[in-house]
């Protein structure tokens, strides 16, 4: 797919010095050389002006690789257009195989970082979270998250394995992926709630709880590996809470609410967004014809039931992509990854897709980044803010031979053509006035500049797009 007219100039690190022939190239983020990197890249998250990457292995002890290895998160602030690297948080304790960093979520102010090793006076069981606030310098420790007292250690190990967070809300699992620990936030300290199971009673090997995400009343947990349906179809829980604040099991999803056939190796629900109106279940072993495509599958609200709305698919090919892990979506920009899907450069892909006037999702291009050597792990994580895409890469090669992981910075604007947002091919004054109702909406489409905020500037951006047109 042609380009289109660049909207942003991309955002280039402070410490890196790179003139780019074409704006639209995509920025390469190197480790920030604070501590031995290994596996940057591994964890990105957005808020604001503040960029948050994760090094799940940062050699923070000492600078080998064995016994060094405890992780860390890296802050960036956007500065005038530029990123500049401004803290590093380690543990508390820094112990090695910590993989601190590896899980860890946003919400609110409030950051979350799990930890697999953390050791609690008293406390048999090991792991945890620490949640962070910004105190207008920095982000500091304010509370942490411990194992509950009174529960088998052996069930709660290595808590801090996936951490979310919504307000008072946070929700971790350990390491056996079979049991979800619910705590809330009261008088200055995290206290346990309640555990959270699969109401059939799933296995251990199901893996329920892979991932869990918190939205209002709505719960999500997923089992990847869920068998009920066929051999390590997967699931989809949904969970709601009521206005006493109990959590109720609300509907299961299933691999077979979709079409194009059953397969074995599915994976529904290895990876789950939700934007506060659409859910999008990640399923990277989808089997479509004879190839192992993966596929995103989006749900709506119809009544009080979640229904199936749409397959996204990569383009079709005589190839596997394994589509559908990661699965990250903004507003009406959903990104995931192909992790069987080689380039001359990477041995993953991460393809683009952007919600019409209509409601319907389109393919609209695959980001493939600028490498200096070879890329294994591209798109690992992802995060996206406006127009903005910053990918995640932790075997990422430099000129060097050093492969201790980047990330790439790309402009969503670069591709397709952004200023038709009822995406029928022309532009007229009702794209126009779509772009007024998702202003006024505060939906991130609208951030036409990119600087993660709604203003005039993004009217004078989005009439300069317009004006421009599209090829």
Known sequence: MRRAACLLSLVLLTNVAATLADPCDSVRIPPPGVVPPIDFGGRLIIDGDFWFIGDVNARVLCPGYFGCTSGAMHVYEMVDGSLEHRQMIIPPTPRAGDFFSGAADLHEGRLIIGSLTEEWPGLTAKGGAFVYEYDGRNWVQTSDIRPPDGI?????????????????????RPLSKRTVFAYEFDEGEWTFDRLIESPDGLPANAFFGQVVVPHGPWLFISAPQDSTAFDRGGSVYVFRRDAGGSIQFHQKLMPFDAPGGVAKNQAFGVDVAFDGETLAVGAYGAMRGSVEAGAVLTYELVGDQWTFAQ???????????????????????????????????????????????????AHVA?????????????????????????????????????????????????????????????????????????????????????????TIFDFLAYQDAFDAGCP
Not at 152 to 172: C, H, K, M, Q, W
Not at 335 to 349: D, H, I, K, V
Not at 370 to 384: E, Q, W
């Open 152 to 172: 088998d250690p052996t069930l709660s190990s290595r808590l801090g394995s996936f951490v979310a967070i919504e307000g008072n809300a946070a929700y971790l």
């Open 311 to 361: 397959e996204l698919l990569p383009p079709p090919s005589d190839e596997s992509s394994g589509m559908g892990l990661p699965v990250e979506f903004s507003g009406d920009v959903l990104l995931t990854r192909a992790s069987a899907e080689r380039t001359p450069t990477t041995s993953a892909s991460v393809h683009y897709f952007r919600r019409g006037g209509d409601g319907e999702w």
């Open 366 to 454: 695959r980001l493939d980044p600028d490498v200096p050597v070879f890329s294994r792990s591209y798109g690992i994580s992802i995060a996206i803010q406006g127009q903005r895409a910053l990918l995640g890469a932790i075997d990422d090669f430099d000129a060097s031979g050093d492969d201790f992981g980047a990330a790439y910075l790309f402009d969503l604007s670069c591709f397709g053509c952004p200023p038709d947002l009822d995406a029928d091919g022309t532009l007229t004054i009702f794209d126009f006035l779509t772009f007024l109702n998702l202003f006024q909406d505060g939906d991130t489409l609208a951030d036409f500049d990119g600087d993660g905020e709604l």
